[in-house]
């Protein structure tokens, strides 16, 4: 036998040996009792009262939602109604927006709003919500929480640090001036859309 051949035959034995000491040291091949032995195991339905139902949280089928999406979906929109005009409005992804929300799950809250700065209706909310302040440019139509206990829906521009709960949707300066109107204001904020 030539050395080639004997290096080759050298090389698949190694090889041969790394494949089976990788097999049998592999976790899916040990048995529960740690034996080494594989031990196939298959549930039926019998085997578990639940089978065939899904689990909470699990994904629905295409076209289906379920009670937590639709529950979600509602407290992601506020209805706002003001002078008998009602707008829509979708919450930013924040714990003060999920705040917000859930303060809205309780029934509607009307809030008097008046002029300031000659940018923004603002007024108390009446308690405190946590902030997650960040300085930003409010734009008209945005939801700001101010100073953890202030709404204030802008029909202007104004540079601060704020926390943005949410954003009226398709609003422009112009239709948040018609909507909001001239002087002090009552605004009713309602869960979902």
Known sequence: MKLVDKVFAI?????????????SSSPSSTSANGSGTSESTTTSPTDDSDAGQQEEGETQGVGETSTDQKEAQNMSE???????????????????A????????????????????G???????????????ERFTMVPGDLILYQGDQMSLPYGENAWSYTRLGHI?????????????????EVTFSAGA
Do not use: H, W
């Open 11 to 23: 090389a698949c034995m190694v090889a041969c040996a790394l494949v089976f000491a990788g097999c």
């Open 78 to 96: 506020v209805s706002i109604t003001v002078n008998g005009s009602t707008v829509t409005a979708t919450l930013e992804d924040n714990s003060s």
């Open 98 to 117: 999920r705040a917000f929300a859930e303060l809205l799950q309780q029934g509607d809250l009307t809030l008097t709003l008046e002029d300031y700065g």
């Open 119 to 133: 940018f923004e209706k603002t007024g108390p909310i009446g308690q405190a919500l946590p902030t997650e302040d």
């Open 169 to 185: 949707d398709g609003a422009t300066a112009d239709s948040m001036r018609e909507l909001l109107g001239d002087g002090v204001v």
